[in-house]
C-alpha cells in the first residue's frame, strides 16, 4: 500500500519495513567492528580498558540523550514523530 510521507514522499509499506529490518542488521552488525578498530588504535592500552572506556562513553551517552527528553517542551518532537509511525502502519 502506498503512502505519502512529508506531503512528497512515497513509500511502500513492505520497502518501509525492509529498508527498516535491514538498517537496524547492519547497525548492530557494526558494534563489533567499533570495538576493534577502538582496540587496534589505542594498541598499547588494554583491551579491557579500551573496550570498557567505548561502553561508559556509550552509556553516558544514551542516558544524556534520555535526560534531555525530561527537559519541557523538548521532547514534545519525539512523541508526535512517534504517534505518527504509530497511526502510519495502521
Known amino acids: 500500500m502506498k503512502k505519502c510521507i512529508f506531503f ?20 548492530n552488525g557494526a558494534v563489533p567492528l567499533f570495538y576493534e578498530i577502538t582496540c587496534e588504535t589505542s594498541y598499547p592500552v ?6 570498557g572506556v567505548l561502553t561508559l562513553v556509550n552509556n553516558l551517552v544514551g542516558v544524556m540523550f534520555l535526560f534531555i527528553m525530561l527537559i519541557p517542551n ?16 495502521l
Not at 512515497?10 to 547497525?27: D, E, K, M, P, R
Not at 588494554?46 to 573496550?51: I, N, P, Q, S
Not at 523538548?74 to 502502519?89: A, M, Q, S
Open 46 to 51: 588494554a583491551e579491557g580498558v579500551t573496550c
Open 74 to 89: 523538548i521532547g514534545l518532537w519525539t512523541n508526535l514523530i512517534t504517534y505518527w509511525f504509530y497511526y502510519e502502519t
Open 8 to 27: 512528497y514522499v512515497y513509500v511502500y509499506s513492505a520497502s518501509l519495513y525492509t529498508s527498516c529490518i535491514l538498517i537496524g542488521v547492519f547497525i
